[in-house]
T-cell receptor, first 120, second 109 residues
Framework: GAVVSQHPSWVICKSGTSVKIECRSL??????MFWYRQFPKQSLMLMAT?????????EQGVEKDKFLINHASLTLSTLTVTSAHPEDSSFYIC????????????????FGPGTRLTVL | GQNIDQPTEMTATEGAIVQINCTYQ??????LFWYQQHAGEAPTFLSY??LDGLEEKGRFSSFLSRSKGYSYLLLKELQMKDSASYLC??????????WGAGTKLIIKP
């Protein structure tokens, strides 16, 4: 259980294009998903918290108009990097909280496999 | 304020035992997580501690002392495949994870 998928696994694009990354919870419903970015040899950086049916909450310094997040259903959140530039090249990872047991809330985050974005 | 600290890198020998420490400071606390991350891959969940004490799960164990703001991950019978980064993170009062920078564990034959 608690499987999260991401698509695509990697993408190479030209500067100025937009790239959409999908994050799906395969065997559970996730009201909250998280989007992270990780540069080589650095720690995870939370970009935004995505809530189903409402606007995402962005971390300080993350441009909401550049990184568009849509959480349209309980199993799907998308991150669109608009007008991507070489400095946006990074490893983008989503995570979701799986439901707890016995009616308890779980806040264990399960990660998708990540999307490696390279902008030329 | 909030902060979390863990060693940058550790080296151990195959078959041995290694303990990776993590210290944290926060006013609101809802548990301590350990994740494993192999190079080029996403993190995978290892353990969660919210009460003091030791949680054992196969070759891996995790310990928490809330009064000391301290946790460790203990890996026994090390295998080469255990070479990875180990991330500790605590859940704050808003249930948001605050991540450490990760400890790169190098296993030598």
């Amino acid at each position: 259980g608690a499987v999260v998928s991401q698509h695509p696994s990697w993408v190479i694009c030209k500067s100025g294009t937009s790239v959409k990354i999908e994050c799906r919870s395969l065997d559970f419903q996730a009201t909250t998903m998280f989007w992270y970015r990780q540069f080589p040899k650095q720690s995870l950086m939370l970009m935004a918290t995505s809530n189903e049916g409402s606007k995402a909450t962005y971390e300080q310094g993350v441009e909401k108009d550049k990184f568009l997040i849509n959480h349209a259903s309980l199993t799907l959140s998308t991150l669109t990097v608009t007008s991507a530039h070489p400095e946006d090249s990074s490893f983008y990872i989503c995570s979701a909280c799986a439901p707890g047991t016995s009616g308890r809330v779980s806040h264990t985050q399960y990660f998708g496999p990540g999307t490696r974005l390279t902008v030329l | 304020g909030q902060n979390i600290d863990q060693p940058t890198e550790m080296t151990a020998t195959e078959g041995a035992i290694v303990q990776i420490n993590c210290t944290y400071q926060t006013s609101g606390f809802n548990g301590l997580f350990w994740y494993q991350q192999h190079a080029g891959e996403a993190p995978t969940f290892l353990s969660y501690n919210v009460l003091d004490g030791l949680e054992e799960k196969g070759r891996f164990s995790s310990f928490l002392s809330r009064s000391k703001g301290y946790s460790y991950l203990l890996l026994k019978e090390l295998q080469m495949k255990d070479s990875a980064s180990y991330l500790c993170a605590f859940s704050d009062s808003n249930y948001q994870l605050i991540w450490g920078a990760g400890t790169k564990l190098i296993i030598k034959p």
